[in-house]
C-alpha cells in the first residue's frame, strides 16, 4: 500500500494492500477500496462506498457525499456502490442514495469525465461513456455502453437505452429508447445509433429491422406501435430489448419527437 503521509485515512476503512492514495486525500471510516486502485491528490471518498477493483479516481473528486435531497434524513443509512476498472476524472461528483437501505450504482469500465455529477439514486450500468460537466438528476437509470455528450443535464427518473448517443449540450427530461441518436434542447431524436451498432458487430438484418421499428415508434401511439413491432419477424436480442424498454413503465415519457431538419435516408449504406 502506497499513502501520502499527508492524506488521512480512517483506522476503520477497509482498503486493499496494493492501492496508492495520493497526497491530502481523506478516506471515511466506512470506505471499502478494491486491489489496485489508484486515488489521486485532494480526493474525498466518505459514506458507504464500495469502490471495485481497478479504478482510477483523479484529484479533486468526491465520492460517496449525502444527497442533494431535502428528503434525506441523516440517520439514513444509504450506499454508493461502484464497480471495477472504472476511470472518474477531477472533480466528479457520486453521492450516495436516499432511503434507508438504498444505493446509487456505478457498473464497470466506465469512463466519467472532469465534473460529471452522478445524484442520488441513479444506477449507471457498464462501458458507458460520461462527458465532461454532464449532470444526472436522482433516480437517472442508464443501460450499458450508452456515450453522453459534454454539458448534458438529465431529468430525474429519465431512462437512457443501451448504445444511445445523446449529444452534447441536451436537455433530456425524456427517457432515450435504446440503440438511438438524440441531441437538443429540448431532445429530438435523430434516429438510429448506426455507427455505434456496426462497431459492435450488430448486423445489417438486425438494423435495418430497428430502423423500420423506429418508423413505426415515430408514427403511431406506443399501444399500436407495439402491436406492429412485436409482428415483426425478427427474434434479435437487440429488437426483444428495443420492445421490453418500449413497454415498461416511464415516469417521463419517451423521446420519438423527430428532427424536423434531417431525413434518414431509406439507401442500404446508412446501416
Request: glycine share 10%; net charge positive; aromatic share 6%.
Amino acid at each position: 500500500m502506497s499513502i501520502h503521509p499527508s492524506s488521512i485515512i480512517d483506522p476503520s476503512a477497509k482498503i486493499a494492500e496494493d492501492v496508492e492514495i495520493g497526497p491530502f486525500s481523506v478516506i471515511g471510516p466506512d470506505v471499502q477500496i478494491g486491489s489496485g486502485c489508484v486515488i489521486d491528490a485532494n480526493v474525498r471518498i466518505t459514506g458507504h462506498t464500495e469502490i471495485g477493483p481497478g479504478c482510477r479516481i483523479f484529484q479533486g473528486a468526491v465520492i460517496g457525499m449525502p444527497p442533494q435531497d431535502l428528503k434525506f434524513k441523516s440517520a439514513e443509512t444509504t450506499y454508493l456502490k461502484i464497480g471495477k476498472n472504472n476511470i472518474i476524472r477531477e472533480f466528479v461528483t457520486l453521492h450516495c442514495a436516499t432511503g434507508a437501505g438504498n444505493a446509487t450504482v456505478i457498473g464497470d469500465n466506465n469512463f466519467l469525465m472532469a465534473y460529471v455529477h452522478v445524484g442520488h439514486n441513479c444506477v449507471l450500468g457498464s462501458n458507458i461513456i460520461v462527458s465532461n460537466v454532464s449532470s444526472f438528476a436522482g433516480h437517472v437509470y442508464i443501460e450499458d455502453n450508452a456515450v453522453i455528450g459534454g454539458m448534458t443535464g438529465v431529468h430525474q427518473f429519465v431512462r437512457i437505452g443501451r448504445f444511445a448517443m445523446v449529444g452534447g449540450c441536451s436537455r433530456i427530461t425524456k427517457d432515450i429508447p435504446p440503440y438511438s441518436t438524440v441531441a437538443g434542447s429540448p431532445e429530438r431524436f435523430y434516429g438510429l445509433n448506426v455507427v455505434g451498432l456496426r462497431r459492435h458487430g450488430i448486423d445489417l438484418a438486425t438494423r435495418t429491422a430497428l430502423k423500420k421499428a423506429y418508423g413505426v415508434l415515430c408514427s403511431k401511439n406506443r399501444a399500436q406501435a407495439i402491436l406492429e413491432i412485436e409482428s415483426m419477424k425478427n427474434d434479435s436480442p437487440e429488437m426483444a430489448h428495443l420492445i421490453e424498454f418500449v413497454k415498461a413503465d416511464s415516469k417521463r415519457g419517451i423521446c420519438f419527437r423527430r428532427d424536423k431538419v434531417r431525413k434518414d435516408s431509406d439507401k442500404d449504406s446508412v446501416l
